[in-house]
């Protein structure tokens, strides 16, 4: 509810690039140590994560935009939870685990 209200008075990119800088000020206040540590490989990956997060919260962005119904973006947006894990076994070749609950 809060990006439909906020979407109402800022235009979409700006509304993103503001979330992003923020949040990106907070994750790089408290691991600014660790990011010195990062190999090339691992800054390129970071990179290329975030810039499909980037792509995917426009679309989503876009979409809440041009709808007047929150709950379809709501589905829209939980089914990153399960694509997620599939576009980073294709993209990235990493294991699918169980999660939190599965053993062994």
Do not use: Y
């Amino acid at each position: 509810m809060f990006s439909t209200m906020a979407l109402r008075g800022l235009p979409p990119l700006l509304f993103l690039g503001v979330r992003f800088v923020l949040a990106g000020g907070i994750v790089g206040a408290f691991g600014f140590g660790q990011r010195r540590t990062l190999a090339i490989r691992g800054l390129a990956s970071a990179s290329l994560s975030g810039l499909v997060m980037s792509v995917a919260m426009i679309c989503w962005i876009e979409g809440l935009r041009h709808t007047d119904n929150i709950g379809v973006g709501a589905f829209i947006r939980s089914l990153g939870n399960i694509v997620a894990p599939l576009l980073g076994r294709v993209l990235f070749k990493s294991e699918l685990t169980g999660g939190a609950g599965s053993r062994g």
